[in-house]
């Protein structure tokens, strides 16, 4: 993996732009091709979306907002969401995820629900790691760069990734 392309390093170009979260996908994924999906007997089964959708209902997967208030968070308000490019009440996780984050940080980051299942998710992977920082209590970062912050990068070029 090509850490430059997603962080920033002193002395090095400047990371690859993103493009916005958005609920919006690509129209290659909404059309998928026949290699892929087969002959399928309704054209929607053709989209990414709408086969996401299915199986979600298929297997009655809880909705963003049921799983940000399991979670302890103020699910997104109807208002966020339609202003954000729809108006859905029990909006499947993966769609509430990029909706929220278009009506809570415009599309630059992850809102509060889809930041802390990024978070927690991270989080659990140190933890399960046996050779983990986590497992060092009193381990503390000292790689801080010139203007004494410590990021990711400061921890990638210690690992020596990049």
């Known amino acids: 993996m090509d850490w430059k392309l997603f962080f920033s390093f002193e002395g090095e170009n400047p ?6 979260i958005t609920p919006q996908l690509v129209p290659a994924l909404m059309r998928l091709p ?3 999906v087969g002959q399928t007997p309704r054209p929607e089964f ?6 996401d959708l299915y199986r979600g209902h298929s297997v009655a997967l809880p909705s963003g907002e049921a799983i940000a208030r399991a979670a302890g968070l103020d699910p997104s308000s109807a208002t ?3 202003e954000a490019g729809g108006n859905w009440s029990g909006t499947p996780l993966w ?3 990029l909706t929220e984050s278009e009506a809570q940080q ?8 889809g930041g802390r299942i990024v978070a927690e998710v991270i989080v659990e992977l ?3 790691d046996p050779t983990s920082l986590l497992k060092e209590p009193d381990w503390q970062p000292d790689l801080a760069g010139a203007d004494g912050k410590f990021g990711i990068a400061h921890l990638l ?3 020596g990734v990049v």
Not at 15 to 20: E, G, I, K, V
Not at 46 to 51: F, Y
């Open 15 to 20: 990371p690859q732009a993103s493009r916005r």
């Open 34 to 36: 026949d290699v892929l």
């Open 46 to 51: 053709h989209s990414l979306a709408s086969r």
């Open 80 to 82: 966020e969401l339609e």
């Open 95 to 97: 769609l509430y995820v």
């Open 106 to 113: 415009k599309g630059e980051y992850l809102g509060e629900l």
């Open 126 to 128: 140190l933890r399960s």
């Open 157 to 159: 070029r210690y690992a």
